[in-house]
């Protein structure tokens, strides 16, 4: 569970993403204060990861208090943008799919955790793509929509560590890091990239717009 709660905070990483393109692209209210508050929680949590990994109560401290002060951010905003983003997303539709075969449950926060390294992977590959000159197909539409925005989003992108960082992170906390050491498949990560944004249609993240819907 300590494990479990450290990845629901490295979700933060790509809800706070996602919150600023929606805000950049999708016309989505933004609180910067809030946006910080979240972001100094998480920073706290990954400068204590040793001790989190560890289990001191320091470690345990720490964890505790940036999922408390993630949830008052949310509270102070009123709704979930700054917490919750396509790596959650990704999360209930790996969940609803568990439920649906009949599979054992997976906690919360080990599939968000996991989920956070595939969406920043599925971003870098996509803004990449985008940003390409000859880009074309499904990257040429998204380089349309985010337009002159694009080189400021690939920017704050890269402000984010990337996937191998955020498995490293989750390794060092105790959990599991990659969506397979959760029983989830190659097949339903890729299914859950084309279709978890539908399962919140009132969300801008980025998946929505690589996904191309409006
Ligand atoms: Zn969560």
Known sequence: MVAAGFGDML???TSLFDWKVGHAIGGEDYDPYVAKLTAMALAECVANVEAIGDRTPAGIETLTRALIVSGLAMLIF???HSASGAEHHLSHYWEMELLR?????VLHGAKVGAACAVIAEHYRIWLGQAAEPQASGPAAALALR???RLPEIAGWLGELPDASRIRELLRIAGGPALPEALGIGAELVARSLREADEIRPG???LLRLINGRP
């Open 101 to 105: 075969t009949g599979r054992r449950q």
């Open 203 to 205: 969300r801008k993240t």
């Open 78 to 80: 009123g709704q979930s």
């Open 11 to 13: 979700g933060k990483y």
């Open 146 to 148: 985010l337009g002159d």
